[in-house]
C-alpha cells in the first residue's frame, strides 16, 4: 500500500524556510559558492544549466549531495539538522531558478 503524505505550508512558514536557507547557505556554503559559483569547480557551480547537466535539479539530490557530499564537498550530515540540510536545497534551487538575483 502507498500512502501520500502532502504537507500545506503557509506563505509564512516558507518564506521562514527560504530564510533559514538563506542564512545556512551565507554561514556554511557561500565560501565556495558565492552567487551560485563553485571556487573549486568552475562548472560544477549551482547555477540551473549546471544542476540539469549532472542531475541535481531536484531538492531531493541536492539534499543528498548536501547530507553526503562529493569529490570535494565535504558531507554535512553530521554538521546539519535534516531541516537545514533541506531549507539549503530548496534555498539553492529557488535560487537557480531566479539565476542567483
Excluded at 7 to 21: D, K, Q, V
Excluded at 43 to 51: D, E, F, H, M
Aim: glycine residues 6%.
Amino acid at each position: 500500500m502507498l500512502v501520500v503524505v502532502l504537507a500545506i505550508t503557509s506563505p509564512m512558514a516558507l518564506a521562514a524556510n527560504l530564510a533559514n536557507g538563506a542564512e545556512v547557505f551565507s554561514v556554511h556554503c557561500a565560501a565556495c559558492h558565492a552567487s551560485g559559483g563553485n571556487i573549486v569547480r568552475r562548472g560544477k557551480n549551482l547555477k540551473r544549466r549546471a544542476l540539469e547537466r549532472y542531475g541535481m535539479d531536484s531538492v531531493a539530490e541536492i539534499a543528498s549531495l548536501i547530507e553526503n557530499g562529493k569529490n570535494a564537498m565535504p558531507a554535512y550530515k553530521n554538521r546539519l539538522t535534516e531541516q537545514q540540510i533541506q531549507a539549503v536545497a530548496n534555498y539553492v534551487l529557488g535560487q537557480a531558478d531566479n539565476n542567483w538575483k
